[in-house]
């Protein structure tokens, strides 16, 4: 190999995979396999973090686990947390939401992109019309969960929720949107050009006046990118009847969560949905949507394709990007020749369509 090939080609990169619950452990596999396939210089540690490991000894994270993690690994591959057996769901709050927390993965980066026009609810909608991207907070907000209970089970009981919402924590995150808008283009090579901010910030006038005020500020390092506002209420609104308009959506943790979901149906559901949850520079974390979905777990019929989709994120911000348009390529070529899972129409297992995919990325 010559000194350029050898320059050109990524270093081993090692990846956490912990597949979780429920779904997570059937979708996952299928990411791995379609990494492989790609032929990406990845190394994967499994870890068993998850329901049945905390009902066998009640670890939910072991001990130095997430130093751990950002120790030893360049990026974490994650399926999904909750299992009916643990009512309190303790074990899913300490795996993901401490990751997310204590590993300070801020940006929770969520493209919403239709493949196919089959796959989208609304009429009239094209591929081209639905590219969008939401940048969640990730750290703070009401998911904290700062607050408190007094006088529970007497009719004089109070409940109180706060939203956490930082100067530092809103900066660097909006300021990630604009920096997201400015490097990444849209799936047909052209350019992102506007960040729009997303808040209810007429009722909740103070954590929402320290967003519109950051937003302001951050928005004049970049004169080149148009500003846009949308109280959240008007943006579920307009995501239903005219999704054609966004382009970097940036929001806080509650909202990111609800209009993410909301945004999933537009490309065909949960099962197509990827994230990444992101801190630049560091170990950061990749899961698909949806959760672990106990209705359907272990029945071979869950969509693994927001998974390998996930994958292919994760390739991408590890520079393997010509790993990641493999994936990417074979998903939507699975999708318009119907070789998927019942959800979006086709008739085939979790397991035969990630087969499927793999395949094709090994015939390229
Ligand atoms: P959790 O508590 O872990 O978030 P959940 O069941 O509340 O789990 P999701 O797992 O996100 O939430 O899923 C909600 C529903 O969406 C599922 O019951 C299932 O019907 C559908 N769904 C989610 N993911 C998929 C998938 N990959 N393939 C097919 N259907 C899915």
Same mark, same amino acid.
């Given at each position: ?95 993901? $939401? ?138 579920? $609104? ?23 979901? $909301? ?102």
């Amino acid at each position: 190999m010559d000194q350029k090939q050898n320059a050109q080609k990524p270093s081993l990169k090692r990846i956490a995979v912990i597949a979780g619950d429920g779904i997570g452990q059937e979708v996952i596999p299928q990411a791995l396999n379609a990494v492989r396939a790609t032929g990406a210089n990845v190394e994967f540690s499994e870890f068993d973090w998850g329901a049945d490991r905390f009902l066998r000894d009640r670890t939910t994270v072991p001990p130095d686990g997430f130093a751990m993690l950002g120790r030893d690994f360049d990026a974490i591959l994650a399926g999904a947390f909750g299992d009916p057996r643990v009512k309190t769901n303790i074990h899913a709050k300490e795996i993901l $939401l401490g990751m997310r927390f204590k590993m300070d993965l801020y940006a929770n980066v969520r493209p919403v992109r239709l493949l196919d026009a089959a796959l989208c609810p609304l009429k009239g909608v094209e591929p081209k019309d639905v590219d969008f991207v939401v940048i969640r907070e990730n750290t703070e907000g009401v998911y904290t969960d700062a607050g408190g209970v007094f006088k529970q089970g007497t009719p004089d009981e109070i409940a109180t929720q706060e939203d956490i919402n930082t100067r530092k924590g809103v900066e660097r995150i909006i300021r990630y949107a604009f920096e997201y808008c400015e490097r990444h283009t849209k799936l047909d090579g052209s350019p992102r050009h506007r960040v729009l901010m997303c808040d209810k910030s007429n009722a909740m006038t103070h954590a929402g006046g320290l967003w519109q005020r950051v937003f302001k500020e951050v928005a004049t390092d970049f004169p080149q990118i148009e500003t846009q506002h949308m109280y959240v209420d008007a943006l579920c $609104l307009q995501m239903v009847r005219d999704p054609r308009g966004f382009d970097v959506v940036v929001t806080n943790n509650m909202f990111g969560d609800i209009i993410t979901d $909301l945004a999933a149906a537009l490309q065909g559901g949960l099962g197509m949905a990827a994230s990444g949850n992101i801190h630049p520079g560091k170990t950061s974390m990749f899961e698909p949507v949806h959760g672990s979905a106990p209705p359907i777990a272990g029945k071979n019929i869950a969509n693994p394709f927001g998974a390998i989709l996930t994958s292919a994120m994760m390739l991408a911000h590890l520079g393997m990007t010509a790993e990641a348009d493999k994936i990417e390529a074979a998903v939507l070529e699975a999708v318009r020749h119907q070789r998927t899972t019942q959800d979006i129409g086709g008739a085939l297992g979790t397991r035969e369509a990630g087969e499927w995919i793999s395949k094709k990325i090994n015939a390229r």
